[in-house]
């Protein structure tokens, strides 16, 4: 994952850097298992979002989902049929073939049972033999009541799974059959096809290189208010940093999100938040939460300046209207936890990495001021992106560079966010690991 200097400039001429981002991914062959549990419902809408961006998919439910959810509503939302046994379609050898042709097998919602029979290499149904036969990501999102989730033979057959290679997704918080809340609901759709998407796109599984470590990332704009009503802000939409988020929980980490304006953003599984507005509030949540922390990663856009006051009431038009608004400049957040950390203040924070959002100028392009930045910061990795018109903010891809402390230099090609964090997760783990 490495470039020389001249070929991460050769990138940032290349044209496809002047385009907007946009992703395409070509069709691939998608099983989604559904278990016997009351969230089986939820898999209608995973199997619409792989079916509405042109992958053919093939539903294979247990026997006990089937009496939660007809087969016939699997069937009219894949357009395929649908099979539980594994003495169905026995000259096409649908029990192998399905796992072997799978360029991704979804489990969701993933039961304790379901887990414990794949754990122990049972194929005693469609779906237990679909997945010995697969080669390619298997993805488990689990589902169940929080006392299963945490009972000794389900940590037991998850750390398995994992140690397979399998990525078993942490469950969402919140309200369970009945009147029971806790860890153990299934995460939302998106948040399942998302990590899919993503490994379609990786084309290989996620390591649990960050368990035991905790993780501070900041995402989002912050907003300077101006008065009661206006403020100064910027387009930035807090997505990256959530995707950092949610990948960096599927590695094994702690993590909380300092979060500014995130266009109410749904929270990833297993992430905490810290909301804020200003750059202010910001600054006081890192530093208090780094203090703990073994990654920190500044990825929100913080407002560089600030109003040297804020107007009481709404600043109206007439003869009393200002001509200018006087700023100052807000403290630099991300050079403040370096300092900190090489001055002993923080033994225990390892990597920090910053982001630069740049554009080019007289003055150079924007790997020129990237590199500048990161001669500033003194962070450990910078990630940089090329902003402008349909590029990095308010969009769901993204392109960039990354730049480290001893020069090296690295293309970030276009991907979704969620595989861009992947990458960035990928570089973080390693210099965590030979720090």
């Known amino acids: 994952m490495s470039a020389t200097n001249s070929g991460a400039a050769d990138a940032a001429a290349s044209p496809q850097s002047e385009a907007p981002y946009e992703v395409e991914t070509p069709a691939k062959r ?157 995460p939302d759709a998106d948040e399942i096809g998302g990590l899919g998407a993503m490994l379609l796109e990786r084309r290989d599984s996620l390591p649990r290189d960050l368990t035991g470590c905790t993780l501070v990332v900041t995402a989002g704009g912050t907003r300077e208010p101006l008065d009661p009503v206006r403020f100064l802000g910027n387009r930035s939409s807090g997505k990256q940093g959530f995707a950092l988020a949610r990948l960096a929980v599927q590695r094994g980490a702690s993590v909380t999100v300092v979060a500014g304006a995130t266009a109410e953003l749904p929270v990833p599984a297993g992430v905490r938040v810290v909301n804020v507005t200003t750059a202010e509030q910001m600054r006081k949540a890192v530093h208090q939460l780094s203090e703990r922390a073994d990654i920190v990663i500044m990825a929100a856009a913080v407002a560089d300046f600030r109003p040297v006051s804020v107007a009481e009431s709404k600043i109206k038009k007439g003869n009393d209207e200002p001509t200018s608004i006087p700023l100052v400049k807000n403290p630099d957040i991300l050079a403040e936890v370096v300092k900190r950390r090489d001055q002993g203040e923080l033994p225990v924070t390892r990597v920090i990495v910053g982001f630069a959002a740049e554009t080019g100028d007289e003055q150079g392009d924007v790997l020129t001021h990237a590199r500048s930045k990161l001669n500033r910061k003194r962070c450990d990795l910078l990630v940089v992106n090329a902003v402008g018109e349909g590029k990095a903010f308010e969009v769901d891809s993204n392109m960039g560079w990354l730049l480290k402390a001893d020069g090296t230099e690295s293309a970030l090609p276009l991907s979704s966010k969620n595989l861009m964090a992947s990458r960035i997760l990928d570089a973080v783990s390693s210099v965590l690991h030979t720090s």
């Open 30 to 186: 998608i099983v989604i298992g559904v278990a016997g549990g009351i969230a089986a419902y939820k898999s209608c809408a995973l199997i619409r979002y792989f079916t509405e961006r042109g992958h053919s998919v093939r539903v294979v439910p247990t026997a006990s989902a089937l009496e939660f959810i007809g087969k016939a509503t699997f069937e009219a939302l894949s357009g395929n049929p649908v099979d539980t046994g594994v003495f169905e379609k026995v000259p096409e050898v649908q029990h192998v073939k399905l796992g072997q042709q799978a360029d991704l097998v979804i489990v969701a919602p993933a039961t304790a049972d379901v887990m414990a029979r794949a754990a122990h290499g049972r194929a005693d149904d469609l779906l237990t033999a679909t997945l010995l036969t697969a080669r390619c990501p298997v993805l488990f999102a689990p589902a169940m009541h929080t006392e299963m989730w945490d009972h000794p033979a389900t940590v037991d057959n998850v750390a398995t799974l994992r140690a397979r290679g399998v990525v078993v997704m942490e469950p969402a918080s919140g309200r369970l059959t009945g009147h029971d809340s806790g860890p153990g609901r299934l």
